[in-house]
């Protein structure tokens, strides 16, 4: 069955009807490869340099700070991995617990090739311990990862003050900002690395970039033609990276229209959530959040059945819990905030877009609250 309702927004959003209509004429106009000196291929390089000046405008930095890439996985491992390969005398890296699989991965790979890992302390509440930060930001520290906003719970850290530490103590700072980007702001003067997906400003999956100071040198992850200044060999996806610069350009101009619509759009889900449920418990209610992300733990009923019955009528939701063997696995996230297995299986998120509205939410509440009243009576009959 279709989903009508989609609230799975922080996988994935809808693209702008804005860059959907102009596809078939970007796709034919700018096919060169703009490495090529003849005029079409140089036709395909102007585009390219517009949607990086574009960004570049948007974000605050200069030129050769931005470079394009596939996805914020492929950024987010440029630049773990790019930063360990150039260092010669610091061996740590201090990562938080609550980052996304695209940046634990690489750094767990380091690990595994000699190079030391440190996990930073959250709180209860999913908040970077900054004591604790301070503790184990010692000279050997190269590298710091604390991602901005969490893209299961949404909790947002503090990265102008984290930076500012690592900066007091020479070591790098790398924010993965996917989920907050254009909803939060980002001090340049405190990162040194960030990323951002196309796919989740709606543009299409498959571009990214990242954000780089200028006089920071990694190695690149990809060797060949020396395309992006020698970080991101391959040729450019023209069209993909106009689509981005535009999508990128919606959201800076709209930002605060979209931030509101998301926010009220989440305080009210909640609010009715409580009232149809009273024994939900919202993870993180009370600490800074992003305004598109609601995870919520239910009582009893666990998440992957929540979020089957909701597809079968039609709802959209996702859990942080992976599922590769076959059984769920609670999510690493949840676990790091002290929630127990058995809580965090039962964590289903709720993410809001600019295309969702009340109605939507209204319907979802009874939706849910009927699933619930059935599982409930279910249980109670044996
Ligand atoms: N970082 C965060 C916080 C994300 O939410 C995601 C996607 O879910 C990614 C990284 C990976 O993004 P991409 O799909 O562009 O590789």
Redesign the pocket.
Known sequence: MENHIYLDN??TTFIFDEILSQMPDIFSKYYANPNSIYSDGQKSRKIIEESRKNICDVVGCSFEEIVFTS????S?NTIVRGVAETQSKKRKILISPIE?K??LNPVKFLGKKGFKVEFLKVDKNGVVDIDDLKRKLDEDVFLVCV?HG??ETGVVQDIEYIGKICKERQALFFS?V??SFLKEEINLDFIDFF?V????LNAP?GI?FFYKKREIDIEPLLYGGGQEKGLRSGTENTQFIKFISDAVYIWSKKHEKFYNHLLSLRDYFEARLKEAIPDIHIVSENVKRLPHISCVIFPHIDAQTMILSLDSKGIAVSSGSACSSGTPEPSHVLLSYGYSKEEALRAVRFSFGIFNNFEEIDKTIEVIKNIYHNYMKFIYSF
């Open positions: 922080a996988a996805c914020a996985t492929e987010n996304h695209s940046v991602i969490n893209n993965d996917v989920q990323s997906s196309g796919h989740k999956k990214g």
